[in-house]
């Protein structure tokens, strides 16, 4: 699936056949390019200034969804004069250094899964009070993921975040699937909601966190799980309501699956913000021989890629015709 950006490529599952773009990767290390899905270039149909998934510069909805409980839990805190619960901080000082190993370009699973939980936890909660519209593919009532009786009010209760994480890490985890999957995810959820005009709510959550993992993962991962394995993991659901979810998904995103890397590195970011607000920190490591090294020959190899950039470029010679000659002043010595 991955590759430099070339021609259109075929990919097919079981009854279906998709037309997909060959994209490439995010660098490692992040530099200026934008080569790293596609072109930074909006989507031409939607005003892309309003819209984060495909905007680099418009705020992630995760984010702005969550600032009123952020800040309603500050205020509460203040009127019962209640300190904030803080977490234990690790700090560095002069014979130890600490670092966490979470970088744009190789997240921490874990913590970015729990990360990405907490921020549909929040779309969630914070939806549209008037509804919008619930489509039927999405729909757990019509197209439940196991064979249990699904309950009457299944769309009347928020699910906690730790419900939401179990979810997401159980089809990461039997996937095997990277943390760099887990923020793509994210971009295809808000872009679902922003496209189709629909709110993420509990009667769908699963749903369409579903669908985005599935399409996640075949255009980040080399090796792509295909819908039948989806299937094994999920043991109740077909392989024909597995298509069926994904085309209709990719509909809806207008096959507009293209990340540009200053998206990316935005949704991440914006993920650790969320993560800092909410005292779920990175965890912190003592940094060791052996990754000082690793840091020292990264440094150096990226030293010697971009020297050339910082040479100062030599000035042309100027033309005779404005050539001026300095001009000399007497010194005056007291």
Known sequence: MHGACGPVG???????????????????????????????????DLNMEFNPSDHPRA???????????????????????????QIARKYSSCSTIFLDDSTVSQPNLKYT?????????YHIKNRDPDGRMLLDIFDENL???????VPPD????NPEQKQIYRFVRTLFSAAQL?????IVTLVYLERLLTYAEIDICPANWKRIVLG????????????????????QILKDITVEDMNELERQFLELLQFNINVPSSVYAKYYFDLRSLAEANNLSFPLEPLSRERAHKLEAISRLCEDKYKDLR????KRSASADNLTLPRWSPAIIS
């Open 10 to 44: 075929l990919r097919s599952v079981p009854g279906l056949v998709f037309l997909w773009l060959r994209i490439g990767r995010l660098p490692r290390p992040v530099c200026g390019e934008e080569a790293a899905f596609g072109t930074d270039q909006p989507h031409p």
């Open 59 to 85: 705020s992630t909805i995760f984010l702005s969804k969550s600032q009123t409980d952020v800040r309603e839990k500050r205020k509460s805190l203040f009127i019962n004069h209640h300190p904030p619960g």
């Open 113 to 121: 899964i729990k990360c990405v939980a907490l921020a549909i936890y």
């Open 143 to 149: 197209h439940p993921l196991s064979k249990s009786e």
């Open 154 to 157: 299944y769309d009347k209760h």
């Open 178 to 182: 990277t943390a760099e999957c887990a």
């Open 212 to 231: 985005a993992i599935l399409l996640a993962s075949k255009v980040w991962d080399d090796q792509a799980v295909w819908n039948v394995d989806y299937c």
């Open 311 to 314: 040479r100062p470029t030599r």
